[in-house]
């Protein structure tokens, strides 16, 4: 090896440089192997400077404005997610406005699910719904929403039985709230 980071010709010399590097010390008999260690460790303090101060500049970079260094504004105007939840907003909202006359249980905005509480239909009595809603991706598609909905009726003895669903009803669910997410989108693109 050659250069001012080799250590120099001979045996002896070598055997010195490699005792040396192994615990640290110089060897204090060849100048140059002084420094090695002095440059070496200056160097590597130089370039973890330069790389915190390049990531803490980029990180500030895509915090400001509109969509800062990645972007990220660009892609919330167009409905793939909000700065606060993991899901898209669009659907999001569309979900709460459309089914705003369930009372909600609980919602999940980084999950994206919404459990809405039971609701007994006041023209049928004994018959009682509960709906819950999964987004399911950060982009406005049809296949990024799912909504089941549960339906219990009241037999002889007073007790609540599960009884089956129409599928249409979770597909109307599903597209009244897929048509409020288009209009939301729309609305926003236009202004």
């Not at 990531?55 to 500030?60: M, Y």
């Not at 006359?101 to 919602?107: N, Q, Y």
Request: aromatic share 8%; charged share 20%.
């Amino acid at each position: 090896m050659t250069g001012a980071f080799a250590p120099p010709d001979g045996l002896n010399c070598r055997l010195e440089w490699s005792l040396a590097h192994k615990t640290g010390d110089r060897v204090g008999r060849v100048g140059h192997f002084g420094s090695y260690g002095d440059s070496l460790m200056g160097f590597i303090r130089g370039a973890s400077i330069v790389v915190i101060a390049s990531t803490l500049a980029l990180a500030g970079c895509a915090q400001r404005g509109e969509g800062g260094l990645f972007n990220r504004g660009a892609a919330r105007t167009s409905g793939s997610a909000d700065a606060t939840i993991g899901v898209n907003a669009f659907l999001w909202r569309a979900a709460l406005d459309t089914l705003s006359f369930l009372p909600l249980e609980s919602a999940d905005p980084w999950g994206g699910i919404l459990n809405y509480g039971w609701v007994e239909n006041p023209e049928a009595p004994g018959e009682r719904v509960k709906t819950t809603v999964f987004i399911l991706d950060t982009r406005l598609r049809a296949d990024a929403l799912n909504v089941t909905v549960t339906r219990e009726v009241r037999n002889a003895e007073g007790n609540w039985v599960a009884a089956p669903v129409s599928p249409q009803t979770e597909a109307d669910l599903k597209n009244a709230i897929l048509t409020r997410a288009r209009q939301l989108n729309l609305a926003t693109i236009n202004n």
